[in-house]
């Protein structure tokens, strides 16, 4: 009898070895990534990483080369530098209310956030919004208190490079009224914080917060609820590592908003969260690369193919993965077309060697929209290498490859306005120098757009 009840007892034991083991893992993977079991099994079974991986999850797109650009002019702006520059991230926006565009800037080799002031018009002066912020990943100018001007949210990582330590921060540089900034801490202590995004998540008329912090492998994605008087409580969507950027939009036009997540590091997927306007969110895995090593390094929203929703630009050129950081076969840019329901489709557009960042423009007002993308890891000891490029639409969604500069290299960081209100859209650049070669840098330069009414100037 003795006997019969160890042996029981030893089957129970291997069953919850193999099989109530597994699927604690099961659920726990689910818990924390939002997926389905189903999801979670196909990605662990499935051939991940190398070369041939990446080519086979998303097609080569090599696209027809027209002739370069040559009607982007650079200016260098805002403060020099005597180290290499370290411009993670930039926006233009008026920052001042003048109706002259500005530039705010991230400056991870200062550790500051700064504001690159136009006044008068062609005229920029550089300064110091917010200090001992160290590397800061992404800022929004935003009218967060709603007293009429507008403030910053930063995300702070803490260090530049990926780290478990708890060092990540979410800061409001909070307009007083005079241009002057009061830094507020809206959490601290948590997973390098690499985004956030300001917007009424749960309906109440102020603005919430979508925070996205890629530690090293570990990470989560949080929204945090503004309860009024620099009040908060924090939500975790998610446990992912590697979450790097995140946006806010009502992407089922259903009346309230959504949250999108870009997962890079092991993942490299894109998550949408479903909102229901009371802040709770639903996620839905929208993208996902079977390669490890597929490089996700950024989104931007748009109506690409002008349908009346919002599609996602997606683009892959991340290189640290391995060092030293070089491209990939499989790095360029896709289009996650928005057939609505939530349902997206997914197009490779083109190839572009160390993709970081895509921006939608109607460069030659023909009325459909244009690319514009920055490398920040192509192969830099070739002077032919390019660090921006223009993507021309014929109008029926088919693009041609147009060259438009290789200095600066290392281009993180970019953004496009109108900066001197002559109907022409301009782009502006910020440079993130942090591995070799050093010898094509530049800190934050606006390109001026000299299109010359209707003119290509190498057409003329």
Known sequence: MKSRVRTIAFVCLLLLVFVGIPLGILAFQSYRSGMTWSQIIFRSTSHLGGEASGLDDMPRAMLPQGEPVDFFLPQPIGDGFETPPQIAHLEAVDLDQDGLLDVVVCDCEANRVTWIRQHPQGTFTEHVCGDELIAPAHVQATDFDQDGDLDLAVAVLGL????????????????????????????????????????????????????????????????????????????????????????????????????????????????????????????????????????????????????????????????????????????????????????????????????????????????????????????????????????????????????????????????????????EIDLVTGGLHVYEPYDRMDRVVLWKNQWAGGKDLNKK
């Open 160 to 423: 530049l490079f990926p780290c478990n330590d708890p060092i990540g921060s979410v800061v409001i540089l909070e307009n007083t009224g005079d241009m002057q900034f009061e830094k507020r801490v809206i959490v601290e202590r948590i997973a390098r914080v690499s985004d956030v995004r300001a917007g009424d998540l749960d309906g109440d008329g102020d603005l919430d917060l979508a925070v996205v912090q890629f530690g090293y492998d570990d990470g989560e994605t949080r929204w945090i609820e503004n309860l009024g008087e620099w009040k908060f409580e924090n939500h975790i969507l998610q446990g992912l590592s590697g979450p790097i950027h995140c946006e806010i939009t009502d992407a089922d036009q259903d009346g309230d908003l959504d949250i999108i997540t870009l997962v890079s590091q092991e993942w490299e997927q894109i998550y949408l969260f479903e909102g229901d306007g009371k802040g709770n969110f639903k996620p839905r895995q929208i993208f996902g690369s079977e390669n490890e090593d597929f490089g996700s390094s950024g989104i931007s929203l748009c109506d690409l193919d002008q349908d009346g929703d919002e599609d996602i630009l997606y683009t892959n050129g991340d290189a640290f993965d391995y060092l030293p950081p070089v491209p990939r076969p499989w790095h360029g840019v896709q289009w996650l077309e928005n057939r609505g329901n939530l349902e997206y489709h997914v197009t490779r557009i083109a190839d572009f060697n160390g993709a970081v960042n895509a921006r939608a423009l109607d460069f030659d007002h023909d009325g459909d929209l244009d690319l514009v993308v920055a490398s920040a890891y192509n192969y830099w000891e070739d002077p032919a290498s390019q660090s921006m490029i223009l993507l021309e639409n014929d109008g029926q969604m088919h693009f041609s490859r147009r060259n438009i500069t290789n200095i600066p290299t290392h281009l993180q960081a970019l953004d496009q306005g109108d900066f001197d209100a002559d109907g």
